[in-house]
């Protein structure tokens, strides 16, 4: 019903820069939010930012003043820019959003595939 594609990640030289891409397509009726989630190695699974319908933002601690989330609009995308990088953002970065589609009576969430972040160097 929804279907959410990431993309921008890759290898980057720590303090280096990313922009990661993700556009939601279906059915969508409305979409009160979307995030970015990251998962690393032997971690569990963390928010890194969300933004609302609103246009509220939130951000993990770790990467305030680093990363910023925009988008969504009429075009079901969301833009995460990734400034000053470090080793430890390394890590498969996931979108969701949480979307009202067509025949359904209340929103759910719905994921992508995610796309692999490394910062080395």
């Known amino acids: 019903q929804v279907r959410l594609v990431e993309s921008g990640g890759g290898l980057v030289q720590p303090g280096g820069s990313l922009r990661l891409s993700c556009a939601a397509s279906?059915?969508?009726?409305?979409?009160?939010?979307m995030g970015w989630y990251r998962q690393a190695p032997g971690n569990e699974r963390e928010l890194v930012a969300h933004?609302?319908?609103?246009?509220?933002?939130t951000y993990a601690d770790s990467v305030k003043g680093r990363f910023a989330i925009s988008g969504i609009s009429a075009r079901n995308t969301v833009y995460l820019q990734m400034n000053s990088l470090k080793p430890e953002d390394t890590a498969v970065y996931s979108c969701?959003?949480?979307?009202?589609?067509?025949?359904?009576?209340?929103?759910?969430?719905?994921w992508g595939q995610g796309t692999q972040v490394t910062v080395s160097s």
């Open positions: 969701n959003a949480g979307a009202l589609v067509q025949g359904t009576t209340w929103p759910r969430v719905y």
């Open positions: 933004i609302a319908s609103d246009g509220i933002t």
């Open positions: 279906g059915s969508i009726l409305s979409i009160n939010g």
